[in-house]
T-cell receptor
Framework: GNSVTQMEGPVTLSEEAFLTINCTYTATGYPSLFWYVQYPGEGLQLLLKATKADDKGSNKGFEATYRKETTSFHLEKGSVQVSDSAVYFC??????????????FGRGTQLTVWP | NAGVMQNPRHLVRRRGQEARLRCSPMKGHSHVYWYRQLPEEGLKFMVY????????ESGMPKERFSAEFPKEGPSILRIQQVVRGDSAAYFC?????????????FGPGTRLTVL
């Protein structure tokens, strides 16, 4: 089946520190991979995505590379800011079989950045 | 182009009452997805609809829950005879027809509290 496992939080960093949030997946087909961000009291916003192996998604200084050999899609940022404090969700969308359409989410990782 | 709209943003119901959650997709989007987020958990898929059709409802509880997406008007998620365990955030997402993108765009959510 399809599933996503994310590094558990919370993650607490000082401003300008390096961020890594680990994400691994299992999928029956050829998934697209996503990172969504949720700010307090709001819905999910797409942060970045990758649709095939070795693709790198990037946005707002965040990056993630689709690694088929390790079934991973780790989120990284070189220098975090206080405004990056949020919950980050890794997700996949598989295009095979009856699960077409749905997203599978990890449990989310709470990031807090201190000034 | 307005984003995905959901209302109400907050809904309080007593046990046994009915809850109706509404979702208006982005303009031009004909695919709607509903997800539920329980406290401290990731989002779980509930149902996938296109105009006037339920495509995949395998994530929906068998009893008390129903969803529709009529030809005109918003998509409705209906929960009859609510129980405390239904307290959660319910998110709607939409995407355009024809597989032009695999990205789902999320609304701000409805936070349901059952007393």
């Amino acid at each position: 089946g399809n599933s996503v496992t994310q590094m558990e939080g919370p993650v607490t960093l000082s401003e300008e520190a390096f961020l890594t949030i680990n994400c691994t997946y299992t999928a029956t087909g050829y998934p697209s991979l996503f990172w969504y961000v949720q700010y307090p009291g709001e819905g999910l916003q797409l942060l970045l995505k990758a649709t095939k192996a070795d693709d790198k998604g990037s946005n707002k200084g965040f990056e993630a590379t689709y690694r088929k050999e390790t079934t991973s899609f780790h989120l990284e940022k070189g220098s975090v800011q206080v405004s990056d404090s949020a919950v980050y969700f890794c997700a996949l969308r598989d295009y095979r079989g009856s699960t077409l359409g749905r997203l599978y989410f990890g449990r989310g990782t709470q990031l807090t950045v201190w000034p | 182009n307005a984003g995905v709209m959901q209302n109400p943003r907050h809904l309080v119901r007593r046990r046994g009452q009915e809850a109706r959650l509404r979702c208006s997709p982005m303009k031009g989007h004909s695919h709607v997805y509903w997800y539920r987020q329980l406290p401290e958990e990731g989002l779980k898929f509930m149902v996938y609809l296109q105009k006037e059709n339920i495509i995949d409802e395998s994530g929906m509880p068998k009893e008390r829950f129903s969803a529709e997406f009529p030809k005109e008007g918003p998509s409705i998620l209906r929960i009859q005879q609510v129980v405390r365990g239904d307290s959660a955030a319910y998110f709607c997402a939409s995407s355009p027809p024809g597989g032009t993108t695999d990205t789902q765009y999320f609304g701000p959510g409805t936070r349901l509290t059952v007393l």
